[in-house]
């Protein structure tokens, strides 16, 4: 760890920057040897034979478990950069790598079997539960003020959750990470939308961890959450770098490994700092995703109709013709807009 006696390691913001930068750099400059070692390995993407046709020729065997990478570029500035012993911090890195091991196995089940089906669903989401209960409870008993949930345009009104916190929080955590990884299914899709919700909520937690800042803006002070803000940080500059090779067209997939520890620290960030149900209008995209699939399911379930051509969201406006890197830019900037606007309920109180 860096020493903190030098002045400017005091500042969180100085932190975060730099934490941006070295995350960036690690995941650009690590990248190719990445994917030579995965493609050496012959870690290939296993595609969906009923998704669309074009991936099966376009997809297949690119190299995945890309969130390995995130991982690494994310490990190091928060290793250097933040003072580890803050209970905080603890927990993000925890429901990281937790839920990035769930993501692991997944992936390696697929790889090894060559087939789409990795993790069975049951045991995949009884384990993401668990964890995601352990990591709530611990919150709530550590510091039960977070039962108080913020109500967006409401000022100095919270909604008293009590012990029910454990399972509002754990339902985020575990939402959040599916969410993610229904999202993951086209060139830098989830990852593009995912750097914006993350960076909105690294301004959201920035501005919970300052005392100034939160009486100004009368939000909950988080006195503790400072080094969440570099763990933000990490995760927005390796997010991007990582979006230098998983754009259109992809040199490499992050696969569960990366989606569903990302959307698990996503919702956990958005816990901390009190946000919560923001989280709806900042991962909006991935709500939608995830809502697509499962009124797709219940359609055909009751009416044995679907109402997509294909279930999740992305891949039905693929069957209607609209290219692909188009309906990944449209979403990012749907998920731009919505996170401004989100941003801007700091002031914007009408009760």
Known sequence: MLNFNIDFF???TFRSS?????????????????????KKMKIGQVVREDGPKSHISEKKDI????????????????LLLTKLYNFYLYMGLLTLLSFGLIGFADDFLKVRGHSSKGLRGKYKFGIQSLIALFVSAVLYFHDKSLGLVVIPFVKDYYLNLGPYFIIFAAFIIVGSSNAVNLTDGLD??????FAVSIAGYLIFSYAASNYKFANYL???????IGEVVILCASLFGASIGFLWFNSYPASVFMGDTGSISLGAVLGYVAIVSQQEILL???GFVFVLEALSVIFQVGSYKLRKKRIFKMAPIHHHFEIEGVP????????????????????STLKLRIF
């Not at 750099?25 to 995965?38: D, P, R, T, Y």
């Not at 190299?63 to 928060?78: C, D, E, N, Q, R």
């Open 188 to 193: 830098g899709l989830a990852i593009g939308v």
């Open 10 to 12: 005091r500042y969180i």
């Open 63 to 78: 190299p995945t478990m890309g969130g390995l990478l995130i991982l690494f570029s994310v490990l190091i500035p928060v």
């Open 324 to 343: 692909e890197s188009k309906i990944v830019i449209r979403l990012w900037i749907i998920s731009l807009i919505l996170t401004i606007f989100a941003l």
């Open 280 to 282: 709806v209008i900042i």
């Open 18 to 38: 730099y934490a941006i930068i070295l995350s960036l750099i690690l995941s650009i400059a690590f990248g190719k040897i990445f994917i030579k070692i995965l």
């Open 218 to 224: 009368s939000i909950p002070y988080m006195k503790n």
